[in-house]
């Protein structure tokens, strides 16, 4: 939990009207839900929410306005675009005069974009490859990085791999922007 925040404006240190008793985040269907509770609002405009990628480099996503009073308040806040990945989030909390602070940076992994599965794996013949709908190419590789095979995307996701050998392959799959590579045991 948080004690009152202070800003720093022209020496003064200068008590923000409200204490911030929690900021939490939790993925739900790929989602960010935020949510935070407050207690103690005098003269608070709103809350400016903000995301990352870096931690770093912040950019507003969207606002919510206070409710003021004494008791507790609870607010929610869906980021229903966030980034493959790691996003870090935090609140911008403004009062009526235009002064603000910000809250603690919390971080959250919402996970790959794509799920790509091979099946079967191991393979012996052909395998096929499901959550690859953007991708053009296919690479396949030995576990020392060497081309072994290039394939074009069929419309039926099935590729052809007679003729290799039984090994582990890394098979890579590229669009305009992105590689991911995933493992292909062939017997």
């Known amino acids: 939990s948080f004690s009152s925040f202070y800003l720093y404006k022209g020496g003064v240190g200068l008590p923000l009207p409200l204490t911030l008793l929690s900021f939490k985040a939790a993925i739900q269907n790929k989602n960010t839900l935020l949510n935070w509770v407050t207690s103690n609002e005098t003269n608070v405009s709103h809350f400016e929410i903000e995301r990352s990628t870096d931690g770093r480099n912040f950019k507003s996503i969207g ?21 493959d990945g790691v996003n870090y989030y935090r609140l911008k909390m403004i009062d009526k005069d235009g002064r603000y602070t910000y809250s603690t940076i919390i971080k959250i992994d919402i996970g790959k974009k794509y799920n790509i599965l091979i099946t079967p794996n191991p393979a012996r013949s052909y395998f096929t490859l499901s959550g690859t709908m953007d991708f053009k190419k296919i690479e396949i590789r030995d576990v020392s990085g060497r081309l072994v095979k290039q394939l074009n995307k069929q419309s039926n996701n099935r590729y052809e791999i007679q003729g290799l050998q039984k090994a582990v392959y890394l098979v890579t799959i590229i669009n305009d922007t992105e590689i991911i590579t995933t493992k292909l045991i062939v017997e």
């Open 63 to 83: 606002s919510t306005p206070a409710t003021e009073g004494n008791g507790k308040k609870t607010y929610l806040f869906a980021d229903n675009y966030p980034d």
